[in-house]
């Protein structure tokens, strides 16, 4: 018997978490485990990115402003003023949505190249004031003391707990993201990718559904900020700058626009991927140039387009004996 689509869609994200809180398991130490907790981190900007660039189509280079915001505004709330630690991360996640409704307002009437320098004006911006509003940020040396996070009595002091929060999250987005692309909302930014004109045509609200969608990947990002800032207690404005932006946006592309496995496994690949380099060393840089240019050769879908293709292909083989 088949399963209804949102059934489906939980089924997944409910095998999906297994694998997670599985894989600390299989690691021969809490080093690798860090990575994983941030490659789950990226892993959440990554699908929140992928709604806006490959199902609506509108390109950002300015989301690790949005990622920045959400770790200094928690940071500042709970460090700084003393906060609970809860309404610091609601602060931080708010001040991402509430910045990205009112940068969405001018700068999603743009399209293509010039909507793609918009949102980088504005990554650049928000880096700048990272930088020098030393007094409240500590500027390029970064930020100190933030609290370890803490919620309901309880307090993740170690990795691993840190994880299995981290695989809650992820598969919470993941699930999300999964039903609303099914969604008449999902449904409707898939139509105003293809043509706007033709979406309008349809009845649908072109400007309040760019708005929702950039200000969901945004907030989603905000998420992510708070997370990172209260797992490692401090932040710098390098972890947030122009680079970082482009290089969410190669996680959504590696992985497959339009493909919200794809953004998960392109944020975990690309994570982990310079921590395999290392003993490359000195060409460690270019190894990992070569790999992203062969695979963006070969796979020019993404891995999931790949995997797809692969899984069509033994399918018609298992078939056809």
Known sequence: MKLPVLGQNAAQAALFLLLLLALPYTLPNEYYLSICILGALNAVIAVGLNLLMGYAGQVSLGH?????????????????????????MAIGVSLATVVAWIVAAPTLKLKGHYLAMATLGFGIIVSIVFNEAVDATGGPSGYVGIPRLALFGYE????????????????????????LMKSRTGRALRALHVSEKAAASLGVDIAAHKRFVFVLSAALAGLAGVLYAHYLSFIAPASFGFGFSVQLVVMVVLGGMASVWGSVAGALFLTALPEALREFEDIDILVYGAILVLTIMFLPDGLAGGLSRLTRRLRRKAGAS
């Open 64 to 88: 690790a402003a949005f990622y920045g915001l959400g770790a200094y505004a928690t940071a500042i709330a709970t460090s700084r003023f003393g906060l609970p630690i809860p309404a610091g």
């Open 156 to 179: 993740f002091t170690s990795d691993h707990s840190y994880y299995n929060l981290m695989a809650v999250v992820l598969t919470f987005v993941v699930l999300l993201s999964l039903n």
